[in-house]
Structures are given as C-alpha cells and as structure tokens.
C-alpha cells in the first residue's frame, strides 16, 4: 500500500483546512486508517484512527472535538477535516494504514506516507 498524503497549508488560527490521504491498492477497505504528527523538535503523535468500515473512530484529547476523520473506501481515501486550528497544531502530518492495527489504541500501523506540513500562524 502506498499512501500519499495532500491539503496541508500556511492557515491562520481559528481556521479550518481539510487534509486528504490517497492509497493505492485493491485492500484499502481492510485496512484501519490513521493520522499522526510530528511538530518541530517532537516525537510524532497520533491524532485520529477510523476503523475500516468507518463506523468506529478514536482522537487524541488534543484534538477531541475539532477534528474530524473520515473515509471514502470507494475513492481509497481517508481524510482529516481540522476545525478552530490552533498554533500548537503545527507539525508535519502523517496518514498511516495498518491491517492488524486497531483504532483504540491506536498501534499496529503498518504503512507510512510521506507527510504534509501545516503550519498555524497565531
């Protein structure tokens, strides 16, 4: 599976910016899906899974009720809708997928994509 990730910006706070993981491959429908970051000087982090079906999702407190997860299994992409962005959520943000990885906790991640930078101005 190859993931690529795309949407990421220079966005003011308190803005919205709406990210998007494209996947390769016939099984994306079997897979958990996921998004994490990695900001300046941190060690990357999750933020989101959504089960494969989509019917079952999982935040990090941080972004509890800002962001939203979503997947499209027709178009193979998982999507990352961020609300009421804050400086603090400037990082390079990964899409990972994973076929024994869970939602809850988020672990068992087995393919990366490349990253796409955001960048939240205050």
């Known amino acids: 599976v190859q993931l690529q990730a795309s949407g990421g910006g220079l966005v003011q706070a308190g803005t919205s910016l709406r990210l998007s993981c494209a996947a390769s491959?016939?099984?994306?429908?079997?897979?958990?899906m996921g998004w994490f970051r990695q900001a300046p000087g941190k060690e990357r982090e999750f933020v989101a899974t959504v089960s494969w079906r989509g019917d079952a999702t999982h935040y990090a407190d941080s972004v509890k009720g800002r962001f939203t997860i979503s997947r499209d299994n027709a178009k193979n992409t998982v999507y990352l809708q961020m609300n009421i962005l804050k400086p603090e959520d400037t990082a390079v943000y990964y899409c990972?997928?994973?076929?024994?990885?869970?939602?809850?906790?988020?672990?068992?991640?087995?393919?990366w994509g490349k990253g796409t930078l955001v960048t939240v101005s205050s």
């Open positions: 491959g016939r099984t994306f429908s079997s897979y958990v």
């Open positions: 990972a997928a994973g076929v024994q990885a869970t939602v809850e906790p988020a672990v068992g991640m087995d393919y």
